[in-house]
């Protein structure tokens, strides 16, 4: 079983910069796929960005791209997401969620691990 904590959110102005992070329990990332979702009010679930941990394979949202950084730490087993230049449209929760597999999804059913959630609020 994993647990997974996210943390990190918050308000900030449109151009601004969060670090969201995911640390885990009772499992370690070494053989599993980590990603990062959100879902603004009235919208599904969307991927974000998500790491393949052993060989730090990393793949992105288009809308995110060169804006948001994901990475991972081996001695804190946890993964973050550096969250810059941010836009009023990135305002959502943003979810941790981690598979046992070695490839990064990018649906959130592929998904059997799932955080609470961290609320990231950007203001125009």
């Known amino acids: 079983q994993v647990q997974l904590v996210e943390s990190g959110g918050g308000l900030v102005q449109a151009g601004g910069s969060l670090r969201l992070s995911c640390a885990a329990s009772?499992?370690?990332?070494?053989?599993?796929?980590v990603a990062w979702f959100r879902q603004a009010p009235g919208k599904e679930r969307e991927f974000v960005a998500g790491?393949?941990?052993?060989?730090?394979?990393?793949r992105y949202e288009d809308s995110v791209k060169g804006r948001f950084t994901i990475s991972s730490d081996n001695a804190d087993n946890t993964v973050y997401l550096q969250m810059n230049s941010l836009k009023p449209e990135d305002t959502a929760v943003y979810y941790c969620?981690?598979?046992?597999?070695?490839?990064?999804?990018?649906?959130?059913?592929?998904?059997?691990?799932w955080g609470q959630g961290t609320q990231v609020t950007v203001s125009s």
């Open positions: 969620a981690a598979r046992s597999h070695i490839l990064v999804g990018v649906i959130p059913g592929e998904y059997a691990y």
């Open positions: 009772g499992h370690t990332f070494g053989s599993y796929a």
């Open positions: 790491i393949r941990w052993s060989i730090s394979s990393i």
